[in-house]
């Protein structure tokens, strides 16, 4: 049925075909590894929370009022652990829309 060139080929192809891998996916991002170590939250916003001053320019907001927010706000931006990946905490995630809504308006 087949000549010995062609189960040749077929044992060639069947092999490349095996060896050949797919590109892994990664669940999280090595920059978005570092971010709390280097991102914006952890390094500016933890340092603004000892300047009143410098937090109210930066989220338009008292520190108490930030805190009040997020404390009406934390049941339904929390997100749970998982072993995959931790998430963005629920501080963070509030500073973050409340960052990107001044830049907006």
Not at 28 to 34: C, F, L, P, R, Y
């Amino acid at each position: 049925m087949f000549s010995s060139s062609d189960e040749e080929e077929l044992l060639l192809l069947y092999a490349t075909a095996g060896s050949q891998q797919k590109k892994k996916r990664i669940w999280v991002h090595e920059i978005n590894k570092k971010r709390e170590n280097y991102g914006e939250y952890h390094r500016l916003c933890r340092e603004l929370e000892s300047h009143e001053d410098r937090f109210y320019l930066y989220f338009r907001m008292s520190q108490d009022s930030f805190e009040e927010l997020y404390q009406l706000i934390l049941p339904r931006i929390e997100k749970i652990t998982t072993n995959w990946r931790k998430p963005i905490s629920a501080r963070e995630r509030l500073a973050i829309c409340l960052r990107y809504a001044i830049k907006n308006t």
